[in-house]
């Protein structure tokens, strides 16, 4: 299947700031794509790009097998919805969501009787459709939000841009809104590009995450995948709660290396692909829900490690550990989700294990 839309070593400068560097990838149609970064990530910069907000420097953007790069926004079968939703505020709903079908429709020639059913349409599906006729000062933030997205929407375009549009809802609101939106696009079917610094929005919404860090892209996968397999430490670092230490590979064969730990003691862990070589500097990474504390149900295959408690917080349905490992000054989390019936008590030693398998070996 041909994408989309595609950029190729996609680059933006600012004077002598380079806000994406090189960036190349492509969405499938109907797709669910985030670009994942902290700020100053390039992932705005990235979006406007493909909205034709901003010009590239280099490189190209193709949409549906032509070339974009130099279309106007107003050209492009796209359309972005924005954090501060941009809402007309002297116009009602109604009149909001189907400003821009009426320009459509007065370039195009469009029946004036389709405005109508479009309109009700959309705002039905954003679940507004007692508000038609209220003012964006008489609604609440998340109502606000929804009117944008219907406005977005009511055009059909075949790309809806998403610039952290829920960054200023509370969070119960926020997680209310992911699910509509995660539903808006299971039922429309459209290619939604999505902008984000929130690992867990994007986790929940995406069918693809695209992890973006210094301008530049760093690993574009399924959540899952990226989860489970991050390609660098920084993606790892980025996505969950990771712990990441520093190691020497002190065994290795084709199914399992040992590393030995800078702070002390050693794990044995999965030799990734390509294989490792005794004495290769490595980082493991190990998720902090991944580790064990009772030998009776852990089996006999798992890597057991002792350290000392630094900090110990309560979460509800979990209990977290700051532990100190050997002599090393890194503390690394680790998630009791079971809650002991004897917690460790801040200051006390603790016994903790993870199979080899959630030993994830990252090169240096």
């Known amino acids: 299947m041909n994408p989309v839309l595609e950029l190729r070593h996609l680059s933006k400068s600012f004077g002598q700031f380079e806000a994406v560097r090189d960036v190349s990838l492509s969405v499938a149609e109907g797709e669910f794509l985030t670009l994942l970064g902290a700020s100053g990530s390039g992932k705005t910069t990235t979006l406007r790009l493909i909205a034709g907000l901003e010009m590239p420097t280099s490189g190209t953007i193709h949409f549906a097998g032509a070339d974009i790069t130099d279309v106007p926004p107003t050209h492009r079968d796209m359309r972005l919805v924005f954090q501060d939703f941009a809402l007309f505020p002297n116009l009602s709903v109604y009149d909001n969501v189907a400003f821009g079908l009426r320009l459509k429709i007065s370039r ?3 029946p ?31 109502q606000k939000q929804r009117v944008a ?12 841009l998403f610039d952290e549009p829920l960054g200023s809802l509370d969070a119960s609101l926020r997680k209310a809104m992911q699910v509509e939106i995660k539903r808006m696009h299971r039922d429309l079917g459209r290619t939604f590009i999505y902008v984000t610094h929130d690992q867990d929005e994007a986790m929940t919404m ?8 210094h301008s530049q892209l760093l690993q574009l996968a399924t959540p899952e995948e990226i989860y489970r397999h991050p390609s660098s ?13 520093d190691g020497e590979v002190e065994t290795a064969s084709a199914g399992e290396s040992l590393i030995r730990l800078q702070g002390g003691g ?10 490792l070589g005794a004495g290769a500097r490595v980082q493991v990474m190990m998720r902090a829900e991944h580790f064990v504390f009772d030998r009776a149900d852990a089996g006999p295959d798992i890597n ?25 000054q890194e503390t690394i989390s680790l998630l009791d989700q079971r809650q002991q019936s004897v917690p460790v008590a801040r200051d006390g030693a603790l016994e903790f294990g ?8 990252l090169a240096e």
Do not use: C
Not at 314 to 320: A, H, I, N, V, Y
């Open 108 to 110: 195009a020639r469009f």
């Open 112 to 142: 004036r009787g389709e405005i109508d059913q479009r309109v009700k349409r959309y705002v039905e599906l954003v679940h507004l459709g007692d508000q038609l006729h209220k003012m964006p000062h008489q609604l609440s933030g998340g």
């Open 149 to 160: 997205l219907a406005r977005a929407l009511v055009t059909e375009p075949r790309v809806v």
């Open 206 to 213: 995406s069918d693809k995450v695209a992890v973006m860090q």
């Open 233 to 245: 430490a920084a993606v790892a670092r980025f996505i969950g709660a990771a712990n990441i230490l």
């Open 266 to 275: 050693a794990l044995r862990a999965a030799t990734p692909p390509g294989g």
């Open 304 to 328: 057991w490690l002792s350290g000392r408690v630094m900090e110990r917080l309560f979460l509800g349905r979990s209990m977290e550990y700051q532990v100190r490992i050997g002599h090393s």
């Open 354 to 361: 993870i199979h080899p398998g959630d030993v994830r070996v």
